[in-house]
């Protein structure tokens, strides 16, 4: 029996980056059917299905969910969307692989939870950080030399260019959640710092992290919306040891990247991007590695890692940076 593909959003990231990965996972699992891709604009649609070899299309999700009955469905809905359309597939007990961030706020995240669980359903969220391959390797190459607890500090660096959003929590999620992963801890505590710009708009800030995390690690994150550069640069230090990632974001400035590995001043490893995946944008950023995560993991039976619970603290950071708070507790 076939394993049955569905996509719901057929936007800017699904062409961009996940029909790719869908196309390649299909073309090294023969028994994978990309049955049918939905947007509420028919054209578009019916552009994706035909790039990336979707038999159907559809307008109405509902109606391809009834008509497909799919092994793994693909949310990637704009961000007001999500919490809406995803509980309603997580409810009727589909298979979902989300786009992040899962909700917007705590409130929002904790509705697809409980969808979830009604509907028994296997849920990943697509935090594309924790399988991009020069951040895997770097935690491979940590856990070789020292345990979790052993990391000291981590700092995480992410800029862009003439984000004026109104939020640009959505986007700064990333860094968030890639701490996380980097520390294999959660946030104990958090002081936020802001720059208000608002010479360049009501909301526009430049935002700084001081956080003590459980494992007991410290980790300094810095967001600059409005600076000259895309770029995400991760460092981690340990007693001995120190890793520095110049981390691949789509064809920017650092693409396409490079992991070092420092030893009591020693570089000891030096590795390209390049040569950790084929070099095209949707697996140097992780998309594929995520798709084919979820893809596997529902293949044998295995709940993703991913999931709604472990996304739920990096949700509630967003919201407190979103609202302008000024500290973060993890006990309230």
């Known amino acids: 029996m076939g394993f049955k593909i569905c996509i719901i959003g057929c936007g800017g990231i699904a062409t961009g980056y996940h029909g790719p ?28 299905g035909q790039c ?37 597939v997580l409810r009727l007990g589909y298979p979902t692989l989300m786009e992040k961030p899962p909700g917007r706020t705590v409130e929002e995240i904790d509705r697809l939870i409980a969808a979830a669980e009604a509907g028994g359903a296997p849920v990943q969220v697509a935090f594309n950080r924790r399988y991009l391959p020069l951040l895997r390797d770097l935690v491979r190459r940590r856990d070789a030399v020292l345990r979790p607890e052993q990391v000291q500090h981590i700092r995480y660096d992410l800029t ?12 700064a999620i990333h860094g968030i959640d890639a701490v996380r992963y980097l520390a294999s801890a959660d946030y104990a505590r958090i002081r936020f710092h802001y720059q208000q710009l608002p010479a360049l708009g009501a909301t526009v800030a430049n ?43 789509w064809d920017a400035f650092d693409a396409p990247g490079m992991l070092q590995h420092l030893v ?6 030096q590795v390209s991007g390049g040569a950790l995946s084929a070099g095209h944008g949707f697996e140097a950023g992780g998309f594929y590695a995520e ?29 407190c940076m979103r609202e302008r708070k000024d500290e973060y507790r993890q006990d309230g």
């Open 291 to 319: 798709d084919a995560s979820f893809f596997d993991d529902l293949r044998r039976g295995r709940r993703p890692v991913c999931d709604l619970r472990s996304a739920r603290q990096s949700v509630e950071v967003m919201q």
């Open 207 to 249: 935002v700084f992290m001081d956080c003590a995390m459980t494992s007991g690690a410290t980790a300094h994150l810095e967001f600059c919306p409005v600076a000259g550069v895309v770029v995400e640069r991760a460092a981690l230090h340990a007693h001995d040891h120190t890793f520095f990632a110049h981390i691949p974001i």
């Open 264 to 269: 009591r001043g020693a570089l000891v490893a």
């Open 160 to 171: 862009r260019v003439g984000r004026a959003d109104p939020d640009f929590s959505t986007t």
């Open 52 to 88: 990336f070899g979707f038999a159907r299309q559809y307008t109405d999700f509902r109606a391809m969910l009834r008509a497909e009955r799919p092994d793994a469905v693909c949310l990637m809905a704009p961000e007001h969307l999500t919490c809406e359309l995803g509980c309603e």
């Open 21 to 48: 990965s869908f196309v390649q996972y299909a073309a090294t699992h023969p028994d994978t059917e990309l049955a049918a891709c939905c947007d509420v604009d028919e054209a578009r649609a019916a552009t994706f």
